[in-house]
Nanobody, 123 residues
């Protein structure tokens, strides 16, 4: 049974830091690319950060570059998002997503989502 369990969210003040985690089980974690997404009230879900299965490559949304860092520990089946210099506009539910290696002649993927963790940035 596949599970992605996020934790570490909470209420912080602007300028503070927070690290959220996502623990995976039920699939071969070290072969899956991982991402963090977020969804604010009334807005579409957006990609925040991406890391390849080995951790060798990362990408970030322009809005978080230089402030957020994605990392993973394949020995612990865990992906992290370190968030520094938080702003009120970072307030959202943060979700982790696992994407399988491509399969089939048409390069399909399987994706799994966690249930989300709330991050609120407010004075």
């Amino acid at each position: 049974q596949v599970q992605l369990v996020e934790s570490g969210g909470g209420l912080v003040q602007p300028g503070e830091s927070l690290r959220i985690s996502c623990v995976a089980s039920g699939f071969t974690f070290n072969t899956y690319d991982m991402s963090w997404y977020r969804q604010a009230p009334g807005k579409e879900r957006e990609l925040v950060a991406f890391i390849t299965s080995t951790g060798g490559s990362t990408n970030y949304a322009d809005s978080v570059k230089g402030r957020f860092t994605i990392s993973r520990d394949n020995a612990k089946n865990t992906v992290y998002l370190q968030m520094n210099s938080l702003k009120p506009e970072d307030t959202a539910v943060y979700y982790c997503k696992a994407r399988s290696p491509p399969f089939g002649s048409d390069y399909r993927f399987t994706a799994y989502w966690g249930q989300g963790t709330q991050v609120t940035v407010s004075p």
